[in-house]
């Protein structure tokens, strides 16, 4: 059909043209709006700047056809082909793609939010700078393709393919990446910000300075990739592979990776505050300096040997484990979940419920915690419900005030000047902590009468280094039993005085393992 007849047709009312054959035809900046055009051939046609809004385009032909600029909102160009066709500025808001043919097409600055390219083919599309907030993109081939400065923002690329994709300064945050193909992707400066990148693959990409704030990558392959000073503080990196992957000076704060496998990758410089360093796999790990403070401006830098790296990262958790001479009954179990959710309503630290071990005799309670920095403030705590929780914290008190007296005595070598110091501080602020607790107000009601938290107590802390120090043992601990199985004449006997405070060298080499 020649172009004037088709243009009089549409002009006449026409609207159904399936199959027409347009190739190489000059349609720029004419109104096809709401025009039927499925199957049709328009190859090599010269579409640019035309009103294609809601245009029936489905298994049409377009190849190397000229659409820049065109108007082509919520039309359907389902399964069509538009291969090497230019679509720079083109409005394609709303538009169905769905398993569109558009390998090395021209998509520059182009118009896509909440357009549907499930499955469409961009293998090598330029998407430079597009919009395609909202979009769906799920199981979309892009690999190879140039989408830098493109704002993603909240669309679908579920299963994607992105091998070796260009996303350098790309926003990509709030983005559905789960299983999306991204290996060798440069995502270098790109905003992933709660980006979902659950069992991505990102073997060797470039994510260097790129923003994973919140993103949640568990179960991810970022084996050989490049993090290098990325943030990815609060991340959710659990299970994660990191194998060889380059985080030197990356941010770190509070992120979430234990299961992560990090061996053989580069830590040196990264920002650790408040991570857990345990239940990582950390063989060959490079880490000869890290940043511990709050901040993550390098107040508080700690170097590292090798022998000490090791060490830092270790696999065992904080642990306070307390046991009482007693058997744990249903009552006294209610009291003691109750007092310790409210104590875990104020302090967040405390937030993990205690694992019981429930004996004939004795009951063994174990609080895992995820930072040895917390481990008195949470023992002075965890002693609350106790008939003798005063005295554990007199012992926890006299403890770290000892520490605060004698530690420039103890510490005399220049090479423990920095432990002094780490030390010092974490005591220091411990102790104004401790100060502001009011024990008596997480009590749950009718604790005081239960028999079981008027049993003895034995107190001990490990650290992550797996040493202990033992802070509390009541004098009548086990002895229960001695005197003919008679508990009230063994009181009389036996005056109720707590054990001496451990040597002080036993005290700093406990807090020196500890990595403050």
Known sequence: MEVEEFLNKYSQGVRDFTGVNLTEANLSGVNLSGANLSQANLSISNLSGANLSQVNLNQAKLNVARLSGANLTQANLSAAILNVANLARADLREADLFQAAMIR?????????????????????????????????????????????????????????LHGAELSRADLSGTDLRGAELRQANLGMANLTGADLRGANLRWADLSGVNLRWANLSEAKLSGANLSGADLSNANLMNTSLVHTDLSQANLIQVDWIGADLTGANLTGAKLYAVSRFGLKTEGINCEWVDLSPDGDRSQIYRLSAEEARRFFHQTSPTIRIIIDASLDQEANFALAATYYQISQEYPSFIRPASIEVGERRTTLNLRIDSDAQLFIN?????????????????????????????????LLESEKMELEKITNHINQTLKNIKKIKPGKYLSKNISKLDFFKAPTQITLTNSSEQALNVYQDFNFGKRFVVNNIWENLQNRIPDTKLALPPINLIFDFLKNSYL
């Open 105 to 161: 097409t021209e998509l520059i600055r182009a118009e896509l939010s909440s357009a549907n390219l499930s499955e469409a083919n961009l293998t090598g599309a330029d998407l430079g700078e597009a919009r395609l907030r909202l979009a769906n993109l799920r199981g979309a081939n892009l690999s190879e393709a140039n989408l830098r400065g493109t704002s993603l923002t909240g669309a679908n690329l579920q299963q994607a393919n």
């Open 379 to 411: 023992a002075y705590l965890a002693a609350s419900p106790f008939d003798n929780g005063k005295k554990v914290q007199e012992n926890i008190l006299s403890i770290l005030q000892i520490v605060q007296e004698e530690s420039e005595e103890y510490l």
